[in-house]
């Protein structure tokens, strides 16, 4: 099989940049060894920045972001049983959307699949071989195992945080920044009405929580535990205990829960994004811890760089942007990296806290919310900074 850009993972981040590469005539195939089922039912998360929604409605990719989704025009952050809302218009002239991820993949492979893109589910790409050639191959096999090349001009690696495309930039399929963090967070997804009208993000001496929805009959809440937590091993009156304990001041709207998970908590940015002909994206590139909700926007940034990049690549045969593209994308990838741990050491409680840490946290979030600075920066990186060019 052969194309102009392959890209391996059917995520938000290889979706986009093959929408993208479309309307600008440049043919590409999106791999995935994930079902299209599996891929539009999976609960990711729920926020997408100003600016990534504007790319969505803008190029065609989803009308729906606009017509089902929720604009939302502040959070609040609650410690010390008081909530402190944080109002996104006055600050940055800018606001959210909460609007699943899985929402935006199924706007995004009903695109791709009516403008008779190559998109293939149930292939998993092996390898990628000749990265530093003019023609780099990815080297996959469909379920049935038969195997399957795909060469290109170049080679996408939008696989995600256990990416097996790393290797051919990297050199190994961990070589990475990387931080961990001593607890997770325990999702659930229920049937009941919004708590409240907007997201809480809580501090508490039980740890942080989140309060977050997803329609006006489903929610979405998290709260901070242990990493080897078993998610079916709490009682429904046990975790609505341990959430409302994390909100203190308010009171929770309970129902049944019906799914639970356990997000693992993780830093990470490739020592390299691109070698040769072969460049990553998303969480092949990076990971965030989920507070700030940083991971699909930062994907959706790193896509606009490298489209713009290939654009000139293969169109031209300019290669200035794909040599800058590493070190454009780095900055804001930094950014999102610092805001996230930001969010996640000024919310959660570590399990080693002493009491100075407990008191000095408490005094970082008032720093925040009673300073309009501090506000402003918090408001600046959650609605997302603005897009180049
Ligand atoms: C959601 C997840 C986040 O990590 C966040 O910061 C906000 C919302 C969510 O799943 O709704």
């Known amino acids: 099989l052969r194309t102009r850009v392959a890209i391996v993972g059917a995520g938000p981040a290889g979706l986009l940049l093959s929408h993208l590469l479309a309307a600008s005539g440049i043919e590409s195939v999106v791999i995935d060894s994930r079902t299209r089922d599996e891929i ?16 969505l ?33 006055s600050l940055t002239g800018r606001s959210v959307w909460l609007y699943p991820q899985h929402e935006v993949l199924k706007d995004l492979i009903a695109a791709r699949l009516a403008g008779g893109q190559d998109l293939r589910f149930g292939v998993t790409a092996e ?55 001593p607890f997770a967070w325990f ?18 001496p039980n740890g942080f929580a989140l309060i977050s929805q997803r329609s006006a009959t489903v929610q979405r809440m998290y709260f901070q535990c242990d990493p080897g937590a078993d998610p079916h091993a709490p009682s429904e009156a046990e975790l609505w205990d341990a959430l409302q304990s994390r909100v203190p001041g308010t009171t929770l709207k309970e129902g049944r829960i019906f799914q639970r998970d356990v997000l693992r908590f993780r830093s990470f940015v490739a020592h390299e994004l691109r070698r040769g002909r072969v460049a990553l ?46 070190e454009k994308a780095l900055r804001r990838i930094w950014k999102a990296q610092h805001f996230s741990w ?5 919310l959660h409680v570590a399990p080693d806290a002493s009491d100075f840490d407990r008191r000095r946290q408490v005094g970082e979030l008032r720093s925040v919310v009673e300073s309009e600075a501090g506000r402003t920066y918090l408001a600046e990186a959650y609605t997302g900074w603005p897009f180049e060019d």
């Open 40 to 55: 539009e039912s999976t609960i990711r998360a729920g926020i997408l920045e100003h600016g990534t929604v504007r790319v």
């Open 57 to 89: 409605d803008e190029s065609g990719a989803s009308d729906r972001v606009l017509t089902s989704g929720h604009r939302h025009d502040g959070i609040e952050l609650r410690f010390e049983g008081e909530g402190h809302r944080i109002d996104f218009p």
């Open 127 to 181: 390898r990628i071989e000749d990265a530093e050639t003019a023609r780099p191959r990815v080297v996959a096999s469909d379920a049935d195992g038969t195997s399957l090349e795909i060469e290109a001009d170049f080679v996408v690696g939008a696989d995600g945080s256990r990416s097996i495309a790393r290797a051919a930039v990297t050199g190994s399929s961990t070589g990475g920044y990387f931080r961990e963090y």
């Open 187 to 204: 999702g659930i997804l229920c049937e009941a009405p919004p708590s409240s009208e907007e997201l809480i993000y809580s501090n508490s």
């Open 281 to 326: 994206i998303g969480d092949a590139a990076h990971t965030v811890p989920p507070t700030g909700a940083k991971g699909m926007n930062l994907a959706i940034a790193d896509v606009l760089l490298l489209e713009k990049a290939l654009r000139a690549l293969l169109e031209d045969g300019d290669e200035r942007a794909i040599d800058a593209f590493p």
């Open 342 to 346: 930001w969010m996640t050491s000024m």
